[in-house]
């Protein structure tokens, strides 16, 4: 009788461990699957700023040849008069103009890219803080791994050394370290 229950009581007690360790995957991989959601909304948001830098460019790269057409015209007709070379000089200035414009140009599109890059490295710390937070004490474990990781030690290494599985290093390295 008393045998019944110890293997009821043991039995119990595995069955709520186990069910524990279930909630806790389910409540990290819903958590992490919402912050990879989030990152595609950035990701579209960049695309779009993107298209839009390109389609100016085009239309800016389209206004320079036909400028320069037109200058190739007018140095080909071997212009005389005053008002030809006002028209080329002009033209000349229009070109700078041009030109000054689309460094202006690539100076905004270099400082939006700075920020994207920043807003991105943010969100990547960001994700990377909740993953420390929700991971608790198995955060200093992957810190101790990402060190030994970039010291350049292998997985058989680092498992030898902290005692703990080469599958757990490895699932350690693709979550976290990456």
Do not use: P, W
């Not at 186990?18 to 695309?47: C, P, Q, R, W």
């Not at 710390?125 to 991971?135: A, D, F, G, W």
């Amino acid at each position: 009788m008393i045998l019944v229950i110890i293997v009821l009581i043991i039995t119990g007690t595995l069955l709520i461990v186990l069910n524990f360790n279930a909630m806790k995957k389910e409540k990290f991989t819903s958590v992490l699957n919402n912050k990879k959601e989030d990152l595609t909304d950035y990701k579209l948001e960049i695309g779009k700023v993107k298209k839009e830098f390109s389609e100016t460019i085009l239309e800016l790269q389209k206004e320079i040849e036909d400028l320069k057409v037109k200058i190739n015209l007018m140095e080909s007709s071997n212009c005389e008069s005053r008002s030809e070379l006002q028209n080329k000089i002009a033209g000349e200035q229009l070109h700078i103009e041009i030109n000054d414009e689309l460094d202006k140009k690539d100076e905004i599109e270099n400082k939006s890219e700075i920020k994207i890059e920043y807003n991105e490295n943010k969100l990547n710390n960001e994700l990377k803080t909740s993953e420390n937070i929700k991971v608790g004490n198995n955060g200093i474990k992957v810190d101790k791994i990402n060190r030994m990781i970039n010291e350049g030690m292998s997985v058989d290494e680092i498992a030898e050394e902290l005692n703990i599985g080469k599958g757990e290093v490895l699932l350690i390295k693709e979550l976290y370290v990456k």
